[in-house]
């Protein structure tokens, strides 16, 4: 018997090949056939297969996330994140404490495309940002893309997120349940339809295959099932029965795909996304003098998605990609003050109701070409019909006693609402001439309406690799991106709050040009290494006025000022994804300014000033260790220079205006503010640490439960969330000191 010798790296991947037999004239590694009672088999070829590395893909700033690696790190209330992940990037800053804003290199959290299977989220957070929409169980894969952006993209200025949702598993059915300290979940997969025969094999728990396939996600925090009547327990005591309160909060997740396969060239999906945060509040009063006064409080905010794709495939050359989507993002307040008295004909009744929505209708077709072994094309074309309703509230109040009786109604509207259309087409090309030389050059081509007016955009993409050593390689990129929608926001904190208005006849649309070199090194197929210097021009960005305030105007327009900005710094990330230790390192030095000097909309006297979320460093270290096959343990580190605020430096007593009013007055102060974001807030820093206990189940083999136990900002440190001025010293206000957190899944 004739032996196979295979060569391999114990840190590699192996790759295990029935080789054909060989042809006259052909040379094979190695040839070696065993004789068994008569019977020839084929050898087996057992090879070391290389990883895909950064060095070999033209695409520069763009960065695959690691979903593994993921699950395992130490998240708030131990609810794991992708897009807190995605924050320990180089490249990418988070807002205040508990924020989930992303800040990519100096754009602000409205120039993010996040898109789940393709569809844009126009909000993707939880609990005020805390937490995001994507629940980590149904979540198969996630691409960020900070520069050198594919044609294919558009409509955003500093980042593309794409997260792409699981297919069900043909093979069987599967699912998490999943209970923590934040929230409930339970996942499921598995195929829809089996043939009478393929369902038998089931039964004999053999390998099945069926041709439709699901996947279904529900998630839910629980706080507010035993906090809303304890909350009412404890008022109701504490006031003799004469108040009671109730009150909570909650968010809740579903995901849904289906997925049929009609052939290897053919296949229908369909994905459906709903979460809703909601916060409510009611108040009862009854005053012993017979008195009664009854407030509630409603709000919620969420988004609603919903997409059909089909894929086909012509020949082994071109495949095409068609999706109609619609996407809504909403948010509605609701407050009531209903007040009665034991006098007859006296009685006081408030209504407050506030709503916004924004909302999407798209049809995207895309196409895969390869015409050749040196050529890769992608092109296709698109169109969106907005409609935009940044925010329309109702007011009505009536009071009614013996002599008085009042009564008013009002409705208050901010920006109206507004229909746009937006049309796309884009080519690409990915040329590959010779193994150390490959170029990705593209063009996407806009077209944006609204009212009266249109807005062209035209916009080139080119990247370039070049290889001078196999395990070296010089990237070179450019991108001009456009962007036709705005955040209105005067807060360091994403909140539900914040407008989506389009671009208007007043209003251009935002641009941006960046060009990137960066530098990638493969270390021993262990370790990669890569260097990105990039610089950034950002023009037609929006920022509020001094002193703007929607009760002197309804129209936004006359509140924002239009000004230019731009960006620069160094990144540099050491990656590892295989061996017993994994995770990565990565820092980042930023700058990031910004200029209002255009007449009638100077800000800082027309001056140069710092963006809110200028970060100078920025660095962040995740690491995990695979003990053995039931221990994982992780730690997180993070480190950043403080946000930029606004601070008053002087403070004065108005003597013109105690003499004016009078000098019983109360005087009035003035304050003096040198310029806009004057102040650094103190550095960021924590340390989160993690562990992951998987036991088998002696019962069922498939069966698995784990155990997850992290400690966020383990030391408690009191990172500042806001600081404040308060009788001439500083404040700083923090909101999660150390957290442990646990949570138990059942995988089945």
Request: hydrophobic share 35%; proline share 4%; aromatic share 12%.
């Amino acid at each position: 018997m004739k032996q196979v010798v295979a060569l391999f790296s114990l840190s590699l991947p192996l790759t295990v090949m029935a080789a054909p037999p060989a042809v006259s004239g052909e040379s094979t590694d190695m040839q070696t056939e065993e004789q068994l009672t008569g019977d020839t088999i084929s050898e087996v070829v057992v090879k070391a297969s290389r990883p895909v590395s950064g060095t070999q893909s033209v695409q520069m700033s763009a960065m695959e996330v690691p979903i593994d690696q993921i699950m395992a790190i130490p998240a708030i209330g131990g609810e794991v994140d992708v897009l807190k992940a995605v924050q320990l990037l180089p490249g990418v800053h988070s807002g205040a404490e508990g924020s989930g804003g992303l800040y990519v290199r100096g754009g602000g959290p409205d120039e993010n495309l996040v898109m789940l299977d393709g569809v844009p989220l126009y909000s993707v957070n939880h609990m005020l940002g805390f937490f995001s929409v994507f629940n980590a169980d149904i979540v198969k894969s996630g691409t960020l893309y900070e520069g050198n952006f594919p044609a294919r993209y558009g409509g955003r200025l500093s980042s593309i997120i794409d997260v792409e949702q699981k297919d069900g598993d043909p093979l069987g059915y599967h699912g998490n349940l999943t209970i923590g300290l934040v929230s409930t979940k339970l996942s499921v997969e598995g195929p829809v339809y089996w043939h009478k025969d393929e369902w038998r094999k089931y039964r004999r728990r053999e390998p099945v295959r069926g041709q439709t396939t699901f996947t279904v996600s529900a998630r839910r925090t629980l706080y507010d099932l035993f906090m809303a009547p304890l909350a009412a327990l404890i008022t109701s005591r504490r006031s003799g029965g004469e108040e009671r309160t109730t009150a909570g909060y909650y968010f809740c997740d579903i995901n849904a795909k289906l997925t049929h396969t009609f052939s290897d060239s053919d296949k229908l999906s369909g994905t459906f996304y709903y979460g809703d945060d909601v916060a409510y509040a009611r108040i009862r009063q009854d005053a012993s003098s017979g008195r009664s006064e009854n407030m509630r409080m409603h709000y919620n905010w969420g988004n609603l998605l919903a997409a059909v794709r089909y894929e086909h495939r012509f020949d082994h050359r071109l495949h095409c990609n068609t999706r109609v989507s619609y996407t809504r993002y909403k948010y509605n307040l609701h407050l009531t003050d209903v007040a009665d008295s034991n006098r007859e004909n006296e009685h006081k009744n408030m209504e407050m109701v506030y709503d916004s929505y924004i909302m999407d209708l798209t049809a995207q077709t895309d196409f895969e070409w390869r015409p050749g072994s040196r050529h890769e094309v992608h092109f296709g074309a698109g169109y969106t019909f907005h409609t935009f309703r940044p925010q329309v509230g109702r007011v009505a109040a009536s009071e009614v006693t013996d002599s008085t009786s009042f009564h008013q109604d009002t409705t208050i509207s901010v920006g109206g609402t507004d229909y746009t259309h937006e049309a796309n087409v884009y080519i690409e090309d990915t040329y590959t001439p010779c193994s150390w030389f490959k170029l990705n050059v593209g063009l996407h081509a806009g077209l944006f309406h609204t009212g009266r007016t249109t807005y062209p955009s035209v916009e080139p993409r080119a990247g370039m690799r070049f290889l001078p050593h196999r395990d070296v390689a010089v990237k070179l990129s450019y991108a001009y991106m456009t962007q036709y929608v705005h955040m209105l926001s005067n807060s360091s904190v994403s909140l539900p709050t914040d407008l989506w208005v389009p671009v208007t006849d007043k209003i251009p649309p935002m641009h941006s040009m960046q060009v990137a070199l960066g530098v990638t090194y493969n270390i021993c197929n262990q370790v990669e290494l890569s260097v990105e210097g990039y610089y950034k021009r950002m023009i037609n960005l929006l920022e509020y006025k001094d002193g703007a305030s929607y009760t002197t105007t309804r129209n936004w327009q006359e509140l924002v000022a239009v000004g230019n900005g731009w960006s620069y710094g160094v990144q540099v990330l050491a990656r590892r994804g295989v061996g017993p230790v994994t995770g990565w390192i990565g820092y980042t030095w930023s700058r990031t300014m910004r200029q209002f000097d255009r007449e009638g909309q100077e800000i800082n006297f027309g001056k140069p000033f710092h963006a809110k979320y200028d970060r100078e460093h920025d660095l962040s270290i995740t690491l995990q260790y695979q003990i053995n096959r039931q221990w994982n343990i992780a730690a997180t580190f993070v480190y950043a220079t403080g946000t930029r605020g606004t601070m008053p430096l002087r403070k004065y007593d108005d003597m013109l205006y105690s003499t004016t009013v009078g000098q019983s007055a109360q005087a009035r102060n003035i304050y003096y503010v040198s310029e806009r974001n004057n102040y650094k807030m103190p550095d960021y820093h924590r340390l989160d640490l993690g562990a992951t206990c998987r036991l088998p189940d002696k019962k069922h083999a498939e069966w698995e439960h784990i155990l997850h136990m992290a400690v966020y900002n383990a030391y408690c440190n009191f990172n500042p969330f806001l600081v404040y001025p308060k009788d001439n010293k500083l404040y700083k206000l923090s909101l999660l000191p150390v957290l442990p957190s646990l949570s138990y899944t059942f995988k089945f």
